[in-house]
């Protein structure tokens, strides 16, 4: 991540909407899970997909409809007749820690983070399989046919979503210009590990939908918003073994056997040490601490 990015980015969206004074941002956590579109008519969900390429997914509606934070009806007298919700699924920590305790006493294969976690019980074949599963699903974005059946920001118009039923994120924020921007980014960071679902960045949009407009999109990608990742997450282990595989053609690759540690939503047992000028250059042992 780079503040002058940020600061760039800020600085193209003024520029082309031709003011000086700060643009106001709405600032979400970016889930690690799985972008979905629901589709509602005259309040009653009809399909959902998977985003897949941005302009076609997979099916998913039968397995949608069996997560609890899903509305199959959308409530209030201001619903639209036709409206489309996106938002992530994604799986809390909690409850992956426990789906992967009741796998691994089964004897059946384990996921390696809440994300693959949250893909793969979406994509069940059986919505039985999928209703077992501890998923959550939080929206991000709404459209209409009618734009004037909305409010003016997408602030309001995501809290016009809470109202119909969907769960929205708490962490979101508004901030006034880059530099509150940047503020917003290093207080998220700060939560981030006391989160009860994992986040890798966060998404800044242009609040005013009148501004989301004129800016417009270049190829699919919208000139209005911009999504930070945060640094890798780091954690210490100790090496206990060191191995070398012979490959195919015959070339030989040391590769550490670690003491077992759970980073970045991902268990690291193995890390490759590509070669023996390798090892010299960071003259690790048996033992390090890496």
Same mark, same amino acid.
């Given at each position: 991540?780079?503040?002058? *990015? ?12 031709? %003011? ?8 979400? =956590? ?11 008519? @005259? ?16 099916? %998913? &509606?039968?397995? %949608? ?26 799986? =809390? ?10 796998? $691994?006493?089964?004897? *059946? ?6 994300? @693959?976690?949250? $893909? ?7 919505? &039985? ?15 209409? &046919? ?9 602030? *309001? ?10 769960? +929205? @994120? ?13 503020? $917003? ?21 242009? #609040? ?17 918003? +911009? ?7 780091? *954690? ?18 040391? !590769?550490?056997?670690?003491? =077992? ?8 047992? #193995?890390?490759?040490?590509? #070669? ?7 003259? !690790?042992? %048996?033992?390090?601490?890496?």
């Amino acid at each position: 991540f780079s503040e002058d *990015e940020l600061r760039d980015f800020d600085r193209r969206v003024k520029d082309r909407l031709g %003011i000086t004074e700060d643009v106001e941002y709405v600032c979400e =956590p970016k889930l690690d899970g799985l972008a979905v579109s629901l589709h509602y008519e @005259n309040g009653a969900l009809t399909t959902a997909a998977t985003r897949g390429d941005g302009y076609s997914g997979e099916d %998913i &509606t039968a397995n %949608i409809r069996t997560i609890p934070s899903v509305p199959l009806k959308l409530r209030g007298d201001d619903v639209p007749d036709l409206v489309e919700v996106r938002g992530e699924v994604y799986m =809390p920590k909690d409850g992956f820690e426990q789906l992967n305790r009741r796998l $691994a006493e089964r004897g *059946e294969k384990t996921f390696v983070n809440p994300r @693959n976690a949250a $893909a793969g019980s979406l994509r069940q074949k059986k919505s &039985t399989v999928t209703a077992r599963r501890p998923l959550e699903m939080c929206a991000y974005s709404v459209a209409v &046919t009618d734009e004037s059946l909305l409010p003016d920001t997408q602030w *309001e118009g995501l809290k016009r979503v809470q109202s119909w039923g969907f769960r +929205i @994120n708490p962490e979101m924020r508004k901030a006034r210009g880059a530099e509150e921007c940047l503020e $917003a980014y290093s207080e998220l960071m700060d939560k981030r590990d006391g989160l009860p679902y994992e986040i890798d960045g966060i998404v800044f949009r242009v #609040n005013r939908l009148d501004q989301q407009k004129a800016l417009g999109f270049v190829s699919r990608a919208p000139r209005w918003a +911009i999504a930070q990742k945060f640094p890798a997450q780091e *954690e210490l282990t100790v090496i206990e073994d060191v191995e070398f595989q012979v490959g195919r053609t015959g070339a030989v690759t040391p !590769v550490a056997r670690l003491k =077992p540690v759970f980073v970045g939503g991902v268990t690291v047992s #193995n890390a490759t040490l590509h #070669n023996m000028d390798e090892i010299r250059r960071l003259d !690790v042992h %048996i033992g390090d601490t890496v």
